[in-house]
């Protein structure tokens, strides 16, 4: 069996798509297709059946998947050992990061991890939680961090940090930044227009339920995805927004906006670190996982 093959057939089960996949494996198309086909043939089965909408999983593709993944791994854990008879750790540790905090993590974790695993090669994904814990399933991520990660029979949940949660308003004008406003009131929250992330985003979710515990509801203006959206909509005027500190470090007018703590005490939710547990980690991964719990705390603004 091919191990590039193998390979191929893998990233196009787990992707659901032979488009995504060589984009990703930087081949073309018509190639994975044929090497795709050859496995098949060699193995005598049908391992993916092509629809209008990708590629899924025959059962005997499923079964090998699981296989597949078992045996690239078990392939990193070999280059890994070689490459430790050279005095240090090598291969490819996979992070995916909210946006929020990829922002402020992503520059010290990158020059941490040169300095600390220079055979080693670092990948940085951003996203939202879901896609991010829907990425560590998959295989296409290694560790991931995640807000209000719930317990699961897949993920190994480390926690991390908290993070206080802000209400962040367009500043009026003649406005001076200090000093900071105070805290406000969740029940005047819950009366504020609000921009806010589609469902199952984490923080609306953690929002919508420390209002439902107080016996409220969020006025929701606008749903859209992705912080920049969220803040450029808060400046021009069509609502306010709930987003961690982070979110506004590294905006390009941070002076635009104020933040104020939710409640007293204030809202916090919780950063998580998760691993797979169906993919043993790596020494690499191990260590990657060292970095992240060093350095996230230093840099993230947290409670």
Do not use: W
């Amino acid at each position: 069996m091919d191990l590039k093959q193998l390979e191929y057939f893998v990233r196009v089960a787990e992707l659901g798509s032979f488009t995504r996949a060589a984009i990703e494996l930087d081949v073309a198309q018509p190639a994975l297709s044929r090497q795709v086909r050859l496995l098949e043939v060699e193995l005598r089965q049908t391992l993916l059946v092509r629809n209008g909408r990708g590629a899924v999983p025959t059962e005997a593709g499923k079964l090998l998947l699981d296989h597949g993944r078992g045996i690239l791994h078990q392939v990193e854990r070999a280059k890994e050992d070689l490459g430790r008879l050279r005095g240090g750790l090598s291969g490819r540790v996979a992070v995916g990061l909210p946006t929020s905090v990829a922002r402020v993590l992503t520059v010290p974790l990158s020059r941490s991890f040169r300095e600390t695993l220079p055979e080693a090669h670092l990948s940085i994904s951003e996203g939202l939680s879901a896609s991010l814990q829907e990425g560590l399933i998959g295989g296409r991520l290694d560790i991931v961090v995640l807000y209000n990660a719930q317990p699961s029979r897949e993920l190994d949940i480390l926690p991390l940090l908290e993070e206080d949660l802000l209400l962040v308003r367009r500043r009026p004008p003649g406005l001076h930044e200090d000093p900071p406003p105070g805290p406000v009131d969740l029940a005047e929250v819950a009366r504020l227009p609000l921009v806010i992330p589609t469902r199952p985003n984490a923080i609306r979710m953690h929002v919508e339920a420390e209002m439902a515990d107080a016996g409220l509801r969020p006025n929701v203006a606008l749903e859209i995805d992705g912080v920049s959206a969220i803040l450029d909509l808060v400046l021009d005027g069509a609502g306010c927004a709930i987003l961690s500190r982070n979110a506004l470090l590294n905006t390009p007018r941070p002076s635009a906006y104020t933040a104020q703590p939710i409640g007293t005490p204030p809202m916090r939710i919780r950063l998580s670190l998760a691993t797979s547990l169906q993919r043993p980690a790596t020494p690499v991964q191990k260590a990657a996982l060292d970095l992240i719990r060093k350095t996230a705390p230093s840099v993230v603004a947290h409670a």
